[in-house]
């Protein structure tokens, strides 16, 4: 048999809410102890329809919320019930026996709105469904217990100042975590709390809007409006959020310029240049960004002349700058208007204009020191080529603005006339000629004439002075290059041959207007023919030239048309030679050949000289090396006396006559016969002298005392007839002068040496110290 499955739903305390039941019946057919046709019954499974649960209960023990039951349940104990699904076992708990439901702890419908359990009944012994399972959904009923948040506040805002009333500003948006479909938990409406009377928000839709009209930014900028949330549809007991909107006003051009005085005054010198700041104005805007920015103008035709006023790069100042040179001696003050004006306007805000303001301005001028002014900015003067020195040129004026009568004095500066073609006046300033001019190597003159004034040097002003020298016909005409030419001996009569240009390098007298004049007479070689364009043709006449080795110089006769008229002579070379048919040159005369290969006499010459010089470098390299070796041998060849002798051993003085042969160092050849007795030392004075010649009588003569004084050291025998060097390591023992050292002096005679080491004895080198203080002194009468 089968049973029938129910669900008891019951109220307990409001918390379980049961729904419609349908628990259709299943019969099968062939019952048991009923013979015949199987009788089939269809039945249908349950059917759950949802139920709630309220949330947020936190009672002190499980909550039933409802019971599960089957017809098959005798109430033997035999029937377990099961249930699975979400929350099954930790959310919700099934007594087995009883198929009591219970919710074990507080549900939040935020966290889950919802579970899906799974209910079935199987026999307790063996686990066997009793009946199929039956899916039901558990809906957690909504309370108020979320308040209305504002996920992007705080709000910023910006509307223009002035705006209208009802002027949108910004939409604020609450969010309630309530279920909407369930009451009014998350019915909001939005209230202001903080912004009255300047703003409103919209009940439902939380648009904030403007309130009040002329809201004005220079007054008030920034507004915090206070916009609150509240649900329940606004309700008493309703949970409310609420968030801020910081409203800027943005700025409209609604103020005009104003300056803040009437009148501005200035000065500047008189020397100030054009471009100089005078000062500064600026009207007051409490406008910001462009609507403040201004222009400014002058109204007067006085100012400006004088004056002109810009915008400086914030466009809030107005500039007011020198437009032209100024003179104090010619005006002392200037009196204008200044006007400021708005650059952008809007045109809604006309009714609050005119957007300018005006105001007057005085500037004073100053005196200064001034340098001389130049009656002209700059001098251009004339002057023909050829002139004789001291020529008038012409003159420069300067003069003291300040005082008219103080002199000048004037001067060129080296610089730029480096040449010093001209020289000035210093009290006129008339500039003449110091050297004649050819206007052929320069035609400009560019001089700066330096003016001072006499009382104050640091007072000086220049000016430029160009001076052009005229041209004058002193050049005659010439060829404007060499000419050298072939014609074929084959070349008709009549045959152009070259055209001849000529070159005047006056003004006056152009190339064009030169004249040519060839060879006159029936028995001319060639024919030149004026083209009357400063060129001529040279043509083969009616009788062909002969040939000959060498090429015709064909004079020819130039002249231009100049004041006075000037002649040249220029001469054209022409060879004649054979030709091909073709009119190339087969063969020629050497120099013509030569010419028509391209090499004319002129690279001729100068390949000559240059093998020439060539070769006088190689003559004049051999016999410097020759010269070189000469000397080279010659040097060999000399007496070995004269060589310095350099060796390591140490001498013993003048006793050693072991270590160094001195007599390697004496001339045999001019050594005089030895005499008998000990041999001579060379290198010390002999002890007998050859008596000294008187000085001549009358007065001392110089030169002729030095004659007399080497005429005797050329005939005194005892002088080596060479230099000797001779190094020693250390002085030796023995030598007959001694010691050079003055420790060793005798304090008695004054560290003079005494009669046992006569000075006369020391050699030629001490003569003179043995002439001061060798001599005896006569004794005491």
């Known amino acids: 048999m089968w049973g029938l499955v129910r669900l008891l739903l019951t109220w307990l305390g409001g918390w379980g809410c049961m729904g419609h039941l349908a628990a259709p019946a299943q019969a099968w057919a062939g019952s048991r102890g009923h013979p015949g046709p199987a009788l089939l019954r269809t039945r249908r499974s349950w059917v759950w329809n949802q139920f709630f649960v309220i949330e947020e209960y936190a009672g002190p023990e499980p909550v039933l919320i409802g019971k599960l039951h089957s017809d098959v349940d005798r109430g033997e104990g035999r029937t377990k019930y099961l249930l699975t699904g979400e929350g099954a076992g930790t959310v919700f708990v099934i007594d087995e026996a009883t198929g009591n439901i219970h919710v074990t702890k507080s549900l939040d419908r935020e966290e889950k709105a919802q579970y899906v359990l799974l209910a079935q009944a199987v026999d307790r012994a063996s686990n066997r469904p009793l009946e199929p399972p039956s899916e039901f959904i558990i809906k957690v009923q909504d309370i108020n217990d979320n308040p209305p948040i504002f996920p992007l506040g705080p709000y910023h805002a910006t509307v223009p100042e002035m705006s209208n009333v009802g002027t949108s500003v910004i939409q604020v948006t609450a969010h309630d975590a309530d279920d909407p479909s369930y009451g009014n938990s998350a019915k909001l409406v939005y209230t202001v709390l903080d912004g009255l009377p300047f703003f409103s928000v919209d009940p439902q839709t939380g648009v904030v809007r403007t309130a009040i009209p002329n809201m004005d930014r220079e007054t008030q900028e920034e507004f915090l409006v206070v916009i609150q949330a509240k649900d329940m549809g606004g309700h008493m007991g309703g949970l409310s959020g609420s968030t801020t909107v910081t409203v800027t006003l943005s700025d409209v051009n609604d103020n005009p310029p104003k300056f803040p005085q009437s009148l501005y005054q200035f000065s500047v010198v008189e020397t100030a240049g ?192 160009a001076i052009q020298t005229l041209d004058e016909n002193d050049n005659a005409p ?35 207007h030169v004249s040519f004049q060839g060879p006159l007479g029936p028995d001319a070689n060639f024919t030149v023919r004026d083209n009357q364009d400063g060129s001529a043709n040279l043509l083969l006449p009616s009788r062909p030239a002969p040939p000959r080795q060498a090429p015709y110089l064909v004079p020819i006769e130039l002249w231009d048309w100049g004041q006075p008229a000037l002649r040249s002579t220029a001469t054209v070379t022409v060879s004649v030679c054979r030709c091909q048919p073709d009119g190339s040159v087969a063969s020629c005369w050497p120099e013509a050949h030569l010419s028509a290969a391209g090499l004319s006499t002129g690279a001729l010459l100068a390949i000559v000289t240059c093998v020439g010089a060539l070769l006088a470098l190689v003559v004049l390299f051999v016999a410097l090396r020759r010269q070189k070796q000469e000397a080279l041998m010659v040097l060999e060849e000399e007496d070995v006396r004269e060589n310095i002798i350099t060796y390591d051993d140490e001498g013993g003085g003048e006793e050693d006559t072991e270590a160094f042969d001195i007599t390697a160092l004496q001339n045999p050849d001019g050594a005089a016969p030895p005499a008998p007795g000990p041999p001579a030392r060379r290198d010390v004075l002999p002890r007998s002298r050859v008596p000294r010649q008187p000085r001549p009588p009358g007065p001392a003569d110089v030169a002729q005392l030095l004659a007399l004084r080497l005429r005797e050291a050329d005939e005194d025998p005892s002088v080596p007839p060479y230099d000797s060097v001779q190094v020693y390591g250390y002085e030796g023992r023995g030598s007959s002068c001694g010691s050079l050292s003055s420790l060793g002096s005798g304090s008695e005679a004054g560290g003079i040496p005494g009669p046992a080491e006569p000075l006369d004895d020391w050699g030629p080198l001490f003569r003179t110290l043995a002439e001061l203080y060798g001599a005896k002194e006569p004794p005491a009468p």
């Open 274 to 465: 054009p471009g100089t700041l005078v000062g500064r104005l600026r009207a007051q805007d409490p406008d910001l960004g462009d609507n403040a920015l201004m222009a400014y103008s002058i109204l007067d035709g006085e100012g400006s002349e004088a004056f002109s006023i810009s915008t400086d790069s914030q466009g809030q100042d107005g500039l007011l700058t020198v437009r032209k040179p100024l003179d104090f001696e010619r005006r002392h003050s200037y009196s204008f208007r200044v006007e400021a004006t708005n650059t952008l306007i809007d045109p809604a805000y006309l009714r609050r204009g005119p957007f300018k303001d005006v105001a007057s301005v005085r500037v004073v001028v100053q005196d200064a020191p001034e340098p001389p002014a130049f009656t002209q900015a700059a001098y251009y003067l004339t002057v023909p080529e050829n002139k004789a020195p001291g020529t008038l040129v012409g003159q420069i004026s300067a003069a003291d603005l300040d005082s008219p009568a103080s002199p000048i004095r004037y001067s060129i500066l080296p610089h730029s006339d480096p040449e010093r073609c001209f020289s000035i006046q210093p009290e006129e300033g008339t500039i003449h000629t110091a050297a004649p001019l050819d206007r052929e190597a320069r035609v400009w003159h560019n001089l700066t004439v330096l003016a001072t004034e006499l009382d104050s040097s640091a007072q000086a002003s220049r000016v430029q002075v």
């Open 478 to 512: 010439q060829l404007a290059e060499p000419y050298d030419t072939f014609v074929c001996d084959s070349a008709a009569p009549g045959q152009l041959i070259q055209v001849i240009r000529a070159l005047d390098r006056d003004e006056a007298g152009n190339s064009s």
